[in-house]
């Protein structure tokens, strides 16, 4: 055992704590260095095995080690994390962003105008009355509970960080889809939360996963509702149904639903949020049908959380520029806008639903969904494909880099297929049925 270890000198759970925490953070312990067994440690220092375990348990809580099964206790890193958005100097082409098509996003000039107002203060209402009105209205037609208040961020990562902080403490557990969007993993990983994975189906959550994830104790739920990412599945009126029943029992569990396709999505929006819930937010960002550069989301909570809410944006931005609320609103309610946002929606559509049959006649069964991505199955591991892929000019991204669990090689590539043309289409098309190929 390392001399590090036997010179530790603590004789409480905290003060261990504190000495391998000192290690850690000096670079004495680098990350990926296994600690001590619970009992070894214990022996080496003639205490008692419940007080390393209690030490361990607080470096966790910290972010500074984590536990790997068989493989013990190892001080964390902090190695690059997956994220959304084009790679960086790839000279391919990049069919894994993600990201809307740059000519379907509005002029946000069309709302200039609207945006001009006389300056806001400290002190006055942090949302801004037009934004409020058409707001209430646009999320208050899709709640059951209809009591309650608006609360404006900056995008709807912030928001959920923000909800999961006013509600949780480090080593809380979390409900997450599986695969889940990479903002939320990487949300519930850097807070310090424990993610309980949930099977995504066809039909969204499964009930089993959910119903298991509240035996294990969440305190939280993270969903898309629809258009969920990486998948595309939306829930069906009887998933809802079913899941709303699980949670009946549960009324104190935090929901929070990410409805990020919100307007462009072709999908009825279906809930997990009962009328009887009590802790719930529904949060809608827009940057899929307005842009990723406009930060701003709604999120309409139960009173309570949108309180606790507000008490966790005071120390920082206390609120989003009344400048981009009224931009927003100018644009939300302008009927060319909204006509263009309405075409976008059928343009993700039509090129989706043109690719999955075009690779279903080409033996690649797939299934058009909804959302900015096609999730494709594949016979052979993902990685195996992407990098034959890679050597015909293309950058997909595996499923691997979404799931929670990783137990096992993904079978699935996300695609953002919306912006290729017939004939890129086809290539790409040809290209995968060769790829497969060469990595079966």
Known sequence: MDDHFSGLQGTTAAELADELRTLIERGTLAPGVALPPVRALADLLGMNRNTVVAAYRQLAG?????????AGTRVTGTARS??????????????????????RIPDPSHALAHAVGRPILYGEAVVDPDLERWAREWMGSDLQPSDFALTITSGAVDAVERLLAQALVRDDAVALEDPCFLAS?????????????????????????????????????????????????SL?????????????????VLIVEDDHFSMLSR?????????????????????????????????????DTAAR??????????????????????????????????????HYAARNSAFADAAVSAGL?????DGLNVWLPLPVPARAAAEQLMRRGWLARTGDEFRLVPDAPSHHLRLTVHELDRDERAA???DLVSAIAAAS
């Open 185 to 233: 993993i990487h949300t519930v990983r850097l807070g310090g939360y424990r993610a309980i994975a949930v099977p995504v189906d066809d039909e969204g959550m499964t009930v089993s996963g959910l119903r298991a994830a509240l035996d294990a104790g969440v305190r939280a739920i993270v969903v898309t509702p629809r258009a969920q990412n990486p998948t595309g599945a």
């Open 428 to 430: 790409l098309i040809s």
């Open 309 to 346: 809410l507000g008490l966790r944006l005071s120390p920082g931005t206390t609120w989003v520029s009344h400048i981009l609320q009224r931009l927003v609103v100018g644009l939300v309610t302008n009927p060319d806008v909204l006509a263009e946002i309405h075409a976008a929606a059928a």
């Open 62 to 70: 910290g972010g500074l080690v984590e536990s790997r099964g068989r």
């Open 267 to 303: 999908t009825p929006y279906e809930s997990l949020i009962g009328p009887g819930h009590r802790r719930f937010a529904l949060v809608r960002s827009m940057s899929k049908f307005l842009g990723p550069d406009m930060c701003l989301a709604v999120t309409a909570s139960d009173p």
């Open 236 to 252: 069906s009126p009887d998933r809802a149904a079913a899941l709303r029943a699980v949670l009946a029992d549960h009324p104190y």
């Open 365 to 369: 069964p797939v299934a058009a969904s």
């Open 82 to 103: 997956a994220q959304e958005g084009f790679a960086p100097d790839s000279v391919l082409r990049d069919i894994g962003s993600g990201n809307p098509d740059p000519g």
